[in-house]
Protein backbone atom coordinates (compact mmCIF):
# COMPACT_ATOMS: atom_id res chain seq x y z
CA UNK A 1 0.00 0.00 0.00
CA UNK A 2 1.29 3.55 -0.71
CA UNK A 3 2.83 5.41 2.15
CA UNK A 4 3.48 2.37 3.79
CA UNK A 5 7.23 0.93 3.84
CA UNK A 6 7.50 -2.21 2.08
CA UNK A 7 7.66 -5.71 3.60
CA UNK A 8 11.81 -6.88 4.39
CA UNK A 9 12.84 -10.09 4.64
CA UNK A 10 12.29 -11.70 7.76
CA UNK A 11 14.45 -10.98 11.15
CA UNK A 12 17.01 -13.78 11.27
CA UNK A 13 16.57 -15.23 15.48
CA UNK A 14 19.63 -14.23 17.28
CA UNK A 15 21.92 -17.02 18.18
CA UNK A 16 22.82 -16.93 21.50
CA UNK A 17 26.29 -18.86 21.27
CA UNK A 18 27.72 -16.05 19.08
CA UNK A 19 26.42 -13.19 21.20
CA UNK A 20 28.34 -14.79 24.26
CA UNK A 21 31.13 -15.81 22.29
CA UNK A 22 31.53 -11.67 21.09
CA UNK A 23 33.71 -9.40 22.40
CA UNK A 24 30.60 -6.88 22.97
CA UNK A 25 29.07 -9.93 25.33
CA UNK A 26 32.21 -9.88 27.35
CA UNK A 27 32.49 -5.90 27.72
CA UNK A 28 29.05 -6.31 29.18
CA UNK A 29 30.28 -9.12 31.91
CA UNK A 30 33.00 -6.47 33.16
CA UNK A 31 30.96 -3.72 33.33
CA UNK A 32 28.33 -5.62 35.27
CA UNK A 33 30.56 -7.11 37.72
CA UNK A 34 31.81 -3.74 38.17
CA UNK A 35 28.51 -1.84 38.36
CA UNK A 36 27.66 -4.68 41.12
CA UNK A 37 29.97 -2.90 43.71
CA UNK A 38 28.87 0.56 43.72
CA UNK A 39 25.02 -0.38 43.15
CA UNK A 40 25.10 -2.93 46.14
CA UNK A 41 26.93 -0.64 48.30
CA UNK A 42 24.40 2.35 47.40
CA UNK A 43 21.75 -0.35 47.85
CA UNK A 44 22.65 -1.17 51.37
CA UNK A 45 23.00 2.32 52.53
CA UNK A 46 19.42 2.93 51.75
CA UNK A 47 18.45 -0.42 53.34
CA UNK A 48 20.38 1.16 56.38
CA UNK A 49 19.35 4.51 56.26
CA UNK A 50 15.40 3.06 56.22
CA UNK A 51 16.24 1.26 59.28
CA UNK A 52 17.61 3.82 61.10
CA UNK A 53 14.90 6.18 60.47
CA UNK A 54 12.53 3.57 61.83
CA UNK A 55 14.26 3.55 64.79
CA UNK A 56 14.74 7.17 65.44
CA UNK A 57 11.06 7.90 64.33
CA UNK A 58 9.89 5.05 66.31
CA UNK A 59 11.76 3.97 69.71
CA UNK A 60 14.18 7.15 69.97
CA UNK A 61 11.65 10.00 69.59
CA UNK A 62 9.25 8.24 71.88
CA UNK A 63 11.73 8.13 74.59
CA UNK A 64 13.11 11.57 74.08
CA UNK A 65 9.72 12.46 74.78
CA UNK A 66 9.10 11.55 77.72
CA UNK A 67 7.25 8.19 76.94
CA UNK A 68 8.65 4.78 78.71
CA UNK A 69 7.67 2.81 75.52
CA UNK A 70 6.51 3.76 72.30
CA UNK A 71 2.29 4.55 72.85
CA UNK A 72 -0.03 2.41 70.75
CA UNK A 73 -1.30 5.45 69.14
CA UNK A 74 1.97 6.58 68.14
CA UNK A 75 2.63 5.47 64.53
CA UNK A 76 -0.54 7.78 63.07
CA UNK A 77 1.39 11.29 63.02
CA UNK A 78 4.09 9.82 61.22
CA UNK A 79 1.62 8.11 58.48
CA UNK A 80 0.11 11.26 58.01
CA UNK A 81 3.38 12.82 57.51
CA UNK A 82 4.58 10.11 54.89
CA UNK A 83 0.96 10.40 53.48
CA UNK A 84 1.87 14.03 52.80
CA UNK A 85 5.24 13.57 51.17
CA UNK A 86 4.40 10.79 49.30
CA UNK A 87 1.59 12.49 47.61
CA UNK A 88 4.05 15.50 46.78
CA UNK A 89 6.69 13.50 45.70
CA UNK A 90 4.33 11.55 42.88
CA UNK A 91 2.69 14.78 42.25
CA UNK A 92 5.68 17.04 41.47
CA UNK A 93 9.13 14.75 40.66
CA UNK A 94 9.06 12.60 37.56
CA UNK A 95 8.29 9.25 37.62
CA UNK A 96 5.69 9.11 39.95
CA UNK A 97 7.23 7.95 42.92
CA UNK A 98 8.31 4.20 40.96
CA UNK A 99 5.93 1.89 39.86
CA UNK A 100 2.29 1.08 42.41
CA UNK A 101 2.45 -1.75 43.97
CA UNK A 102 -1.22 -2.34 44.22
CA UNK A 103 -0.43 -3.61 39.93
CA UNK A 104 1.84 -6.45 41.26
CA UNK A 105 5.67 -6.66 40.76
CA UNK A 106 6.64 -5.07 37.50
CA UNK A 107 10.19 -5.79 36.31
CA UNK A 108 9.68 -4.48 32.58
CA UNK A 109 12.03 -2.20 31.12
CA UNK A 110 14.83 0.01 31.69
CA UNK A 111 14.05 2.75 34.47
CA UNK A 112 14.56 6.19 33.50
CA UNK A 113 17.49 8.61 35.17
CA UNK A 114 15.16 11.16 36.08
CA UNK A 115 13.09 8.39 37.91
CA UNK A 116 15.77 7.75 40.10
CA UNK A 117 15.36 10.89 43.26
CA UNK A 118 11.43 10.40 43.26
CA UNK A 119 11.70 6.48 43.52
CA UNK A 120 14.36 7.12 46.50
CA UNK A 121 12.33 9.82 48.10
CA UNK A 122 8.67 8.06 48.10
CA UNK A 123 10.06 5.17 48.80
CA UNK A 124 12.31 6.31 52.12
CA UNK A 125 8.80 8.67 53.17
CA UNK A 126 7.02 5.19 53.07
CA UNK A 127 8.61 2.56 54.56
CA UNK A 128 10.94 4.76 57.43
CA UNK A 129 7.31 6.08 58.19
CA UNK A 130 5.76 3.02 58.97
CA UNK A 131 3.92 2.02 55.57
CA UNK A 132 3.17 -1.38 55.22
CA UNK A 133 5.54 -2.23 51.66
CA UNK A 134 8.27 -3.68 51.28
CA UNK A 135 11.92 -2.30 49.83
CA UNK A 136 12.29 -4.93 46.78
CA UNK A 137 10.80 -2.82 44.23
CA UNK A 138 12.58 0.38 45.09
CA UNK A 139 15.60 -1.29 45.11
CA UNK A 140 15.08 -2.81 41.33
CA UNK A 141 14.00 0.42 40.42
CA UNK A 142 17.08 2.18 41.38
CA UNK A 143 19.95 -0.43 40.48
CA UNK A 144 18.20 -0.77 37.62
CA UNK A 145 18.37 3.48 37.22
CA UNK A 146 21.73 3.79 38.19
CA UNK A 147 23.03 1.20 35.74
CA UNK A 148 21.62 2.94 32.79
CA UNK A 149 23.20 6.33 34.06
CA UNK A 150 26.43 4.58 34.15
CA UNK A 151 26.07 3.16 30.92
CA UNK A 152 24.86 6.27 29.23
CA UNK A 153 27.78 8.47 30.23
CA UNK A 154 30.30 5.42 29.31
CA UNK A 155 28.51 5.51 25.85
CA UNK A 156 25.81 7.27 24.65
CA UNK A 157 25.19 5.59 21.62
CA UNK A 158 24.38 1.90 23.50
CA UNK A 159 21.90 -0.58 21.92
CA UNK A 160 18.33 -0.49 23.53
CA UNK A 161 19.70 -4.18 23.90
CA UNK A 162 22.66 -3.61 26.18
CA UNK A 163 20.90 -0.97 28.15
CA UNK A 164 18.27 -3.07 29.06
CA UNK A 165 20.94 -6.29 30.03
CA UNK A 166 22.85 -3.97 32.20
CA UNK A 167 20.17 -2.38 33.61
CA UNK A 168 18.79 -5.99 34.47
CA UNK A 169 22.39 -6.81 36.12
CA UNK A 170 21.94 -3.26 38.29
CA UNK A 171 18.38 -4.20 39.82
CA UNK A 172 19.88 -7.94 40.48
CA UNK A 173 22.73 -6.49 42.77
CA UNK A 174 20.50 -4.03 43.99
CA UNK A 175 18.28 -6.93 45.81
CA UNK A 176 21.19 -9.51 45.57
CA UNK A 177 20.68 -9.99 49.57
CA UNK A 178 17.39 -9.12 50.16
CA UNK A 179 15.16 -12.28 50.19
CA UNK A 180 18.10 -14.13 51.44
CA UNK A 181 20.30 -15.08 49.02
CA UNK A 182 21.56 -14.22 45.77
CA UNK A 183 19.25 -17.44 44.04
CA UNK A 184 16.23 -16.22 45.19
CA UNK A 185 16.63 -12.28 43.86
CA UNK A 186 17.81 -13.84 40.83
CA UNK A 187 14.68 -16.38 40.18
CA UNK A 188 12.48 -13.75 41.59
CA UNK A 189 13.63 -11.08 38.53
CA UNK A 190 13.87 -14.17 35.92
CA UNK A 191 10.14 -14.61 36.70
CA UNK A 192 8.59 -11.66 37.08
CA UNK A 193 10.14 -10.40 33.87
CA UNK A 194 9.05 -13.36 32.16
CA UNK A 195 12.64 -14.38 30.81
CA UNK A 196 12.89 -17.44 29.07
CA UNK A 197 13.63 -19.46 25.87
CA UNK A 198 17.36 -19.63 24.18
CA UNK A 199 18.19 -16.14 25.13
CA UNK A 200 17.36 -16.75 29.13
CA UNK A 201 21.10 -17.18 29.77
CA UNK A 202 22.28 -14.34 27.50
CA UNK A 203 20.45 -12.04 29.90
CA UNK A 204 20.53 -13.95 33.03
CA UNK A 205 23.83 -14.39 33.55
CA UNK A 206 25.35 -10.96 33.51
CA UNK A 207 22.83 -10.49 36.35
CA UNK A 208 23.63 -13.43 38.42
CA UNK A 209 27.74 -12.42 37.87
CA UNK A 210 26.34 -8.88 40.14
CA UNK A 211 24.35 -10.30 42.30
CA UNK A 212 27.03 -12.89 43.30
CA UNK A 213 28.98 -9.69 43.55
CA UNK A 214 26.39 -7.37 45.46
CA UNK A 215 25.85 -10.78 47.84
CA UNK A 216 29.98 -10.03 48.45
CA UNK A 217 29.66 -6.46 49.19
CA UNK A 218 26.68 -6.51 51.30
CA UNK A 219 28.13 -9.24 53.66
CA UNK A 220 31.14 -7.02 54.08
CA UNK A 221 29.64 -3.99 54.53
CA UNK A 222 27.23 -6.29 57.29
CA UNK A 223 30.16 -7.33 59.16
CA UNK A 224 32.21 -3.94 58.47
CA UNK A 225 29.58 -1.25 59.97
CA UNK A 226 27.79 -4.07 62.55
CA UNK A 227 24.50 -3.53 61.02
CA UNK A 228 24.14 -6.90 59.52
CA UNK A 229 22.82 -7.55 55.60
CA UNK A 230 19.57 -6.42 55.84
CA UNK A 231 18.70 -10.03 54.18
CA UNK A 232 15.92 -11.98 55.31
CA UNK A 233 16.61 -14.90 57.42
CA UNK A 234 14.92 -16.75 60.14
CA UNK A 235 17.42 -17.71 63.26
CA UNK A 236 15.03 -20.38 65.03
CA UNK A 237 13.17 -22.88 63.09
CA UNK A 238 11.66 -25.44 65.11
CA UNK A 239 11.95 -28.91 64.23
CA UNK A 240 9.50 -30.41 60.92
CA UNK A 241 8.39 -33.62 60.98
CA UNK A 242 8.07 -35.78 57.94
CA UNK A 243 4.93 -34.65 55.85
CA UNK A 244 1.47 -36.32 56.99
CA UNK A 245 -0.87 -36.83 54.87
CA UNK A 246 -3.40 -34.56 57.00
CA UNK A 247 -1.20 -32.07 56.33
CA UNK A 248 -1.41 -32.56 52.45
CA UNK A 249 -4.75 -31.99 53.42
CA UNK A 250 -3.92 -28.97 55.08
CA UNK A 251 -1.77 -27.61 52.39
CA UNK A 252 -4.53 -27.93 49.92
CA UNK A 253 -6.61 -25.71 52.70
CA UNK A 254 -4.27 -23.09 52.97
CA UNK A 255 -3.86 -22.72 49.19
CA UNK A 256 -7.66 -21.84 48.81
CA UNK A 257 -7.69 -19.34 51.81
CA UNK A 258 -4.79 -17.75 50.29
CA UNK A 259 -5.95 -17.10 47.04
CA UNK A 260 -9.05 -15.54 48.64
CA UNK A 261 -7.25 -13.49 50.94
CA UNK A 262 -4.94 -12.74 48.01
CA UNK A 263 -7.31 -11.48 45.41
CA UNK A 264 -9.59 -9.87 48.10
CA UNK A 265 -6.42 -7.66 49.28
CA UNK A 266 -5.63 -6.98 45.24
CA UNK A 267 -9.15 -6.00 44.28
CA UNK A 268 -9.70 -3.99 47.07
CA UNK A 269 -6.50 -2.39 46.90
CA UNK A 270 -6.78 -1.34 43.13
CA UNK A 271 -10.16 -0.12 43.94
CA UNK A 272 -9.02 2.41 46.52
CA UNK A 273 -6.19 3.36 44.43
CA UNK A 274 -8.66 4.73 41.49
CA UNK A 275 -10.60 6.81 44.26
CA UNK A 276 -6.65 8.49 45.70
CA UNK A 277 -5.70 8.72 42.04
CA UNK A 278 -8.49 11.85 41.59
CA UNK A 279 -7.75 12.78 45.24
CA UNK A 280 -3.95 12.61 45.96
CA UNK A 281 -3.10 14.43 48.29
CA UNK A 282 -6.00 13.87 51.27
CA UNK A 283 -6.89 10.24 49.94
CA UNK A 284 -3.06 9.43 50.65
CA UNK A 285 -2.74 11.33 53.70
CA UNK A 286 -6.15 9.38 54.79
CA UNK A 287 -4.81 5.79 53.81
CA UNK A 288 -1.87 6.70 55.71
CA UNK A 289 -4.21 7.00 59.01
CA UNK A 290 -5.85 4.16 58.32
CA UNK A 291 -2.41 2.21 58.50
CA UNK A 292 -2.19 3.71 61.97
CA UNK A 293 -5.65 3.53 63.43
CA UNK A 294 -5.05 -0.62 62.06
CA UNK A 295 -1.44 -0.19 63.86
CA UNK A 296 -3.67 0.98 67.54
CA UNK A 297 -6.67 -1.66 67.06
CA UNK A 298 -4.15 -4.98 66.27
CA UNK A 299 -1.92 -3.38 69.93
CA UNK A 300 -5.08 -2.93 71.74
CA UNK A 301 -6.94 -6.12 71.14
CA UNK A 302 -3.67 -8.08 71.29
CA UNK A 303 -1.41 -5.70 74.10
CA UNK A 304 1.42 -6.56 71.34
CA UNK A 305 3.67 -3.47 70.19
CA UNK A 306 2.45 -1.74 66.95
CA UNK A 307 6.18 -2.54 65.21
CA UNK A 308 4.24 -6.23 64.81
CA UNK A 309 2.35 -4.69 62.11
CA UNK A 310 4.16 -2.09 60.52
CA UNK A 311 6.52 -1.85 57.71
CA UNK A 312 6.97 -4.67 55.18
CA UNK A 313 7.30 -7.44 58.49
CA UNK A 314 10.88 -8.48 57.06
CA UNK A 315 12.71 -7.70 60.61
CA UNK A 316 9.31 -9.28 62.22
CA UNK A 317 9.19 -12.31 60.39
CA UNK A 318 12.16 -14.08 62.75
CA UNK A 319 10.57 -13.16 65.68
CA UNK A 320 7.42 -14.75 64.44
CA UNK A 321 8.16 -17.89 64.18
CA UNK A 322 10.70 -18.29 66.68
CA UNK A 323 7.98 -16.72 69.71
CA UNK A 324 4.92 -18.35 68.01
CA UNK A 325 4.26 -20.47 71.29
CA UNK A 326 3.34 -16.75 72.99
CA UNK A 327 0.32 -15.97 69.80
CA UNK A 328 -2.70 -17.52 70.59
CA UNK A 329 -4.70 -18.65 67.75
CA UNK A 330 -7.33 -15.18 67.86
CA UNK A 331 -3.88 -12.95 67.89
CA UNK A 332 -2.68 -14.52 65.21
CA UNK A 333 -6.25 -13.91 63.42
CA UNK A 334 -6.65 -10.53 64.40
CA UNK A 335 -2.80 -10.14 63.15
CA UNK A 336 -3.67 -11.26 59.76
CA UNK A 337 -6.94 -9.41 59.47
CA UNK A 338 -4.88 -6.14 60.70
CA UNK A 339 -2.44 -6.72 58.77
CA UNK A 340 -4.25 -7.25 55.86
CA UNK A 341 -6.61 -4.37 56.00
CA UNK A 342 -3.18 -1.95 56.21
CA UNK A 343 -1.44 -4.16 53.42
CA UNK A 344 -4.52 -2.77 50.94
CA UNK A 345 -4.34 0.72 52.31
CA UNK A 346 -0.20 0.84 52.03
CA UNK A 347 -0.75 -0.20 48.45
CA UNK A 348 -3.43 2.05 47.20
CA UNK A 349 -1.43 4.89 47.88
CA UNK A 350 2.04 4.48 48.58
CA UNK A 351 5.06 3.16 46.84
CA UNK A 352 7.50 0.42 47.67
CA UNK A 353 7.38 -3.47 47.01
CA UNK A 354 4.38 -5.99 47.80
CA UNK A 355 6.26 -9.12 48.20
CA UNK A 356 7.48 -8.98 52.00
CA UNK A 357 3.77 -8.15 53.16
CA UNK A 358 2.50 -10.71 51.16
CA UNK A 359 4.89 -13.08 52.47
CA UNK A 360 4.44 -12.19 56.31
CA UNK A 361 0.51 -12.57 55.99
CA UNK A 362 0.71 -15.92 54.86
CA UNK A 363 3.59 -16.68 57.49
CA UNK A 364 1.33 -15.43 60.35
CA UNK A 365 -1.88 -17.33 58.93
CA UNK A 366 -0.25 -20.49 58.32
CA UNK A 367 0.81 -20.28 62.03
CA UNK A 368 -2.83 -19.73 62.97
CA UNK A 369 -4.29 -23.07 60.79
CA UNK A 370 -1.14 -24.73 62.75
CA UNK A 371 -3.24 -24.07 65.79
CA UNK A 372 -5.72 -26.62 64.12
CA UNK A 373 -4.98 -30.63 64.78
CA UNK A 374 -2.67 -32.33 62.32
CA UNK A 375 -0.70 -29.60 61.38
CA UNK A 376 3.12 -28.58 63.14
CA UNK A 377 4.37 -25.20 63.17
CA UNK A 378 6.41 -25.05 60.51
CA UNK A 379 4.86 -26.89 57.86
CA UNK A 380 2.60 -24.42 58.25
CA UNK A 381 4.20 -21.45 58.34
CA UNK A 382 6.06 -22.53 55.28
CA UNK A 383 2.83 -23.44 53.20
CA UNK A 384 1.11 -20.21 54.03
CA UNK A 385 4.33 -18.16 53.35
CA UNK A 386 4.39 -19.83 49.86
CA UNK A 387 0.62 -19.76 49.49
CA UNK A 388 0.23 -16.13 50.04
CA UNK A 389 3.63 -15.13 47.98
CA UNK A 390 2.58 -16.75 44.59
CA UNK A 391 -1.36 -15.31 45.12
CA UNK A 392 0.30 -11.84 45.41
CA UNK A 393 2.43 -12.32 43.07
CA UNK A 394 2.34 -15.07 40.46
CA UNK A 395 5.46 -16.34 40.36
CA UNK A 396 5.52 -20.10 41.74
CA UNK A 397 8.68 -20.71 41.28
CA UNK A 398 10.08 -17.91 43.49
CA UNK A 399 7.38 -18.91 46.28
CA UNK A 400 8.43 -22.38 47.01
CA UNK A 401 11.97 -21.60 46.51
CA UNK A 402 11.70 -18.42 49.27
CA UNK A 403 9.59 -20.53 51.47
CA UNK A 404 11.63 -23.95 51.48
CA UNK A 405 15.10 -22.18 51.48
CA UNK A 406 14.52 -19.42 54.02
CA UNK A 407 13.88 -22.64 56.70
CA UNK A 408 16.83 -24.28 55.85
CA UNK A 409 17.36 -27.92 56.30
CA UNK A 410 13.55 -27.91 57.80
CA UNK A 411 12.42 -26.43 54.61
CA UNK A 412 13.20 -29.35 52.37
CA UNK A 413 11.60 -31.79 55.02
CA UNK A 414 8.09 -29.76 54.06
CA UNK A 415 9.25 -28.92 50.75
CA UNK A 416 6.66 -31.26 49.12
CA UNK A 417 3.66 -29.77 51.37
CA UNK A 418 5.18 -26.08 50.03
CA UNK A 419 4.63 -27.50 46.62
CA UNK A 420 0.90 -28.46 46.98
CA UNK A 421 -0.01 -24.99 48.77
CA UNK A 422 1.74 -22.63 46.10
CA UNK A 423 0.49 -25.10 43.75
CA UNK A 424 -3.42 -24.95 44.84
CA UNK A 425 -3.22 -21.06 45.93
CA UNK A 426 -1.48 -20.55 42.10
CA UNK A 427 -4.44 -21.98 40.05
CA UNK A 428 -7.42 -20.16 42.47
CA UNK A 429 -5.68 -16.88 42.04
CA UNK A 430 -6.00 -17.46 38.21
CA UNK A 431 -9.33 -18.75 38.35
CA UNK A 432 -10.47 -15.68 40.53
CA UNK A 433 -8.68 -13.14 38.71
CA UNK A 434 -10.56 -10.74 36.78
CA UNK A 435 -11.09 -11.21 32.71
CA UNK A 436 -9.01 -8.33 31.56
CA UNK A 437 -11.70 -5.84 29.92
CA UNK A 438 -12.63 -6.14 26.13
CA UNK A 439 -10.93 -3.96 23.97
CA UNK A 440 -13.21 -0.66 22.91
CA UNK A 441 -10.66 0.71 20.61
CA UNK A 442 -12.81 2.34 17.26
CA UNK A 443 -15.87 2.07 19.08
CA UNK A 444 -17.80 5.17 19.45
Request: charged share 10%.
Amino acid sequence: MPGEPAAGPATAPQDPIAIVRSRGYISVLVLSAALGVPISAAAFGFLALVSELQSLVFEDLPKGLGFDGTPDWWAIPPLAVSGVLVALTIRYLPGEGGHKPAEGLKTGGAPTVASVPGVALAALASLSLGVVLGPEAPLIALGGGLAVGTIKLLKRDAPPSTVNVVAAAGSFAAISELLGSPLVGAFLLMEASGLGGPMMGVVLVPGLLAAGIGSLIFTGLGSWTGLGTYSLTLHQVPAADRPTLAEFGWAIVAGVAAALLGEAIRRSSLNLQQHVERHRLPLTVLMGLAVGVFALIYAVITDKPITGLLFSGQDALGPLLADSADYTAGALVVLVLCKSLAYIASLSAFRGGPVFPAIFVGAAGGLALSHLPGLDTTAGFAMGLGAMSVAMLKLPMTSVLLASLLLGGDGLTVMPLVIVAVVVSYVCTLRLARPPAASTAGHP
